[in-house]
């Protein structure tokens, strides 16, 4: 039995330039998590895929469907997002915002799924009922720093019928700092990457049939 191809899949991303940032401590953190309840897991910095803004895809498409600008950000989307089953994006926050580049990442997406490629039917179908999770790094502690963040991945969890399953924020500056953060994001960040795939997810309608109780009874 191969158990590598049979482990769940979960592709973690991050939006970060800086391989020794604070962004990246709490993507390893996740990883080491992840990879502790023998999920299968994948490590990305977006920038090494991405290298243009989306453009009119009406004036630059390839004559065959496919999209004419000439980075590995096919291979990203098609190889490592759309076969996982979890997804979680690790991006500083600047502006009160995602990095360029994760937003670049949700923009580029449209060129797969918009019905002038010649796959969007299974490109839409494969970019739904994911697991998602999202971490900050910021050095502001302020709250309203993420919540437009927050906000923009609950809406696309919801949009593409995904579980928006947990967020973790940690604070820190000057590169790794966000290690000695007294509210232990570093640990928070393994337990969402052990937790990603079976985390409790409630997001009820008001005539959703429910229990009254979120946790069992013991």
């Known amino acids: 039995m191969n158990t590598l191809t049979e482990s769940p899949k979960l592709l973690i991303l991050v939006g970060s330039p800086r391989r020794d940032g604070n962004s990246a401590a709490l993507a390893a953190a996740v990883q080491r998590g992840a990879e502790e309840g023998g999920t299968q897991v994948q490590l990305r910095f977006?920038?090494?895929y991405i290298s243009s803004f989306l453009r009119d895809c009406r004036t630059c498409r390839l004559p065959s469907g496919e999209c004419s600008i000439n980075d590995?950000?096919?291979?990203?989307?098609?190889?490592?997002?759309?076969?996982?089953?979890?997804?979680?994006f690790c991006s500083p926050i600047y502006w009160y915002g995602l990095s360029g580049q994760m937003k670049s990442f949700f923009d580029r997406t449209f060129c797969y799924?918009?019905?002038?490629?010649?796959?969007?039917?299974?490109?839409?179908e494969g970019m739904t009922r994911k697991r998602i999770g999202l971490?900050?790094?910021?050095?502001e502690t302020y709250p309203?720093?993420?919540?437009?963040?927050?906000?923009?991945?609950?809406?696309?969890s919801r949009y593409t019928r995904s579980e928006f399953a947990g967020v973790v924020r940690g604070f820190g500056n000057s590169r790794g700092e966000v290690t000695r953060d007294p509210n232990s994001p570093v640990s928070a960040a393994e337990q969402l990457g052990r937790e990603i795939l079976e985390r409790k997810y409630s997001d009820f309608r008001h005539d959703t049939p429910r229990s009254g109780e979120?946790?069992?009874?013991?």
């Open 72 to 88: 590995s950000f096919r291979s990203l989307f098609i190889d490592g997002f759309l076969p996982a089953q979890a997804v979680i």
């Open 113 to 124: 799924y918009a019905a002038s490629h010649p796959e969007s039917v299974q490109v839409a």
């Open 214 to 218: 979120v946790w069992p009874s013991r």
């Open 46 to 48: 977006v920038d090494d």
């Open 135 to 139: 971490v900050l790094a910021s050095e």
């Open 144 to 156: 309203g720093a993420s919540l437009g963040i927050i906000h923009q991945l609950q809406e696309f």
